[in-house]
């Protein structure tokens, strides 16, 4: 009877890619916890982390694909009544090595996410100003005239409600300002008043910008430059009195410096002081740290750092 050749699912090159697979995720996160916190300031490392995020989280499906072929393997094995008992207890033992290694690289690209969430969450308490007044939730909600800028954006649609929600949460945490006035990330002014006026801070206009807001359909280049410079060009006499809330989920631009450049001039009055606190608020449209949200987060963050403002991540 002619031998039959033993089934191999599992090759010494299979094994060595989930090894070092998961050899390469603990260094990052090893590297990532044991950095030095005062380092958290450098927008780099972030982006750096999400990158290695997404590559640990690309070699979990190819390890997940391989194993659920192995087990099919496996299963056909078993259908075969494959006689050497010793090769199908082999082939147990592997799958068990494997899923085990998937768990650990599973577990591990967790841990890097954390870490992640971690360095976000030490940029953002660095970022804070020194002197705050009076402050609801860490934001400082000392300014009488208040702009929203909101990405109205495909993306950002998908999340309206919690847009919305949120924006009605800001604005009952509020004290009653002077003025306040909602535009588009591109400029646009909801309603279609004209830019550089005022809505009068009232529960009927409160109300009013929320309905509005339900089926508003501003312009939107997914940046945040240009509604925050409209802004700032139109509302500068009010300076010292004024705040801009920028609710995003992504920034389109090539450059982080030439718009950071350009928002702190505008934001500079001859005194180089900040003419408006810039609040930046950051919305994930799915579990995890998405790249476009590391892009908007990124830039805003340091844009409120160095306007007086507050970032946070939804």
């Not at 094994?15 to 090893?30: N, P, Q, T």
Request: glycine letters at 8%; hydrophobic letters at 40%.
């Amino acid at each position: 009877m002619k031998r039959r050749e033993p089934i191999e699912i599992f090759s010494l090159s299979f094994l060595d890619i989930i090894s070092c697979a998961f050899g390469a995720v603990v260094m990052l996160i090893l590297l990532a916890k044991n950095a030095d916190q005062g380092e958290y300031n450098d927008a780099g490392q972030v982006a750096n982390l999400v990158i290695a995020l997404d590559g640990a989280e690309q070699q979990l499906q190819q390890l997940q694909q391989a194993l659920k072929q192995s087990e099919q393997a496996l299963a056909q094995a078993q259908a075969q009544g494959a006689s050497n008992a010793s090769q199908q207890r082999a082939l147990e033992a592997q799958v068990a090595r494997a899923k085990n290694n998937v768990q650990q690289l599973s577990d591990a690209a967790s841990g890097l996410e954390q870490s992640l969430i971690e360095r976000q969450r030490a940029v953002i308490s660095a970022a804070q100003a020194p002197a705050r007044d009076d402050e609801v939730g860490g934001i400082p909600v000392d300014s009488n005239y208040v702009v929203f800028i909101i990405d109205t954006s495909g993306s950002m649609k998908t999340i309206w409600p919690r847009v919305l929600t949120t924006l009605d949460e800001v604005l009952n945490n509020h004290p009653q300002v002077t003025g306040f006035q909602v535009l588009s990330d591109n400029g646009d002014v909801l309603g279609g008043s004209q830019l550089g006026s005022w809505r009068s801070d009232s529960k009927a206009q409160r109300a009013g910008v929320l309905r509005g807001l339900q089926h508003w359909s501003g312009s939107s280049n997914s940046s945040p430059v240009e509604g925050i410079a409209a802004s700032l060009k139109a509302y500068a006499r009010y300076q010292g009195d004024l705040a801009l809330y920028v609710f995003g989920d992504d920034y389109t631009g090539t450059s982080y410096d030439a718009a950071l450049a350009q928002i702190n001039r505008l934001n500079r009055n001859h005194g180089n002081q900040p003419i408006a606190r810039i609040h930046g608020i950051a919305f994930k449209r799915h579990s995890g740290a998405s790249r476009d949200m590391i892009k908007f987060s990124t830039l805003m963050r340091e844009v409120a750092r160095q306007n007086n403002g507050t970032f946070m991540g939804l």
